[in-house]
DNA sequence: TTGACATATAGCGTATTTGCTATTTAACTA
DNA sequence: TAGTTAAATAGCAAATACGCTATATGTCAA
């Protein structure tokens, strides 16, 4: 598996697109997490998978495949693990599929 | 199955990647093509399947989810299926993927 | 040290994906 | 009409993905 495979799969499941999405404004849906700032530090796994009412290993899985994808950080502060968006990675991402298919202006 | 988790479903896959990569040059690769010309009218299954070294109804259903994702089109002319890419669906899905992650720039 | 809480991992069942071969359909040609 | 070629479809097997529960690990507080 290169990256780049592990980016394309990351990406071809709804709950982490919007896994994504949320980390992008943790503001609006995680204020309530008292343990840690959820903007200055990440959102807690557990949080995650309340708002998609998934189990607390599915979402740790999916967190897993994101980390690997390289499109979240998650660094683990006393019994949390917080997750939040790797913008670099991203970027780097989203340049490369629109070089390595060539599609035309975004 | 919403257009965007087809397209998203489209991309999870090395062997579709690389076919939209190929059609947006067919001219590199697919210049024996006779019975019409590749980049004016498309690249049949069949070539598209030996390049890859896949059986012919492998590459068919590979070709069924690029074209069920918008990202290529296939006219068939005789007894061939030319296949082309669509280069509006690929701009569409690389700026809904950008705006919808909130990614910064490319 | 015990208990609790958050997370990670193991293991399982089901659904989906991906490849194949065999067959059918469509378009042509001798 | 019979045979040939290209593509599509059906059906099967293997691999992956994805959800769950149960359990292990790590962290902390009483």
């Known amino acids: 598996?290169?990256?780049r495979e592990d980016q394309v799969k990351?990406?071809?499941n709804e709950t982490r697109i919007e896994v994504l999405r949320?980390?992008?404004d943790p503001s609006a849906h995680f204020s309530m997490q008292e343990s840690?700032?959820?903007v200055a530090v990440g959102?807690?796994?557990l949080l995650l998978a309340e708002h998609f009412s998934v189990s607390q290993p599915t979402m740790s899985r999916h967190i897993e495949l994101l980390?690997?994808?390289g499109f979240i950080i998650a660094k683990r502060q006393q019994k949390w693990t917080y997750c939040s968006r790797n913008e670099a990675a991203l970027t780097d991402y989203a340049a490369w599929l629109k070089s390595s298919l060539n599609i035309k202006s975004i």
Chains 1, 2 share one sequence.
């Open 1 to 3: 598996m290169t990256i």
């Open 10 to 12: 990351a990406l071809a």
């Open 43 to 45: 959102v807690c796994v």
């Open 22 to 24: 949320l980390l992008d």
């Open 67 to 69: 980390k690997r994808a």
């Open 36 to 38: 840690a700032d959820p």
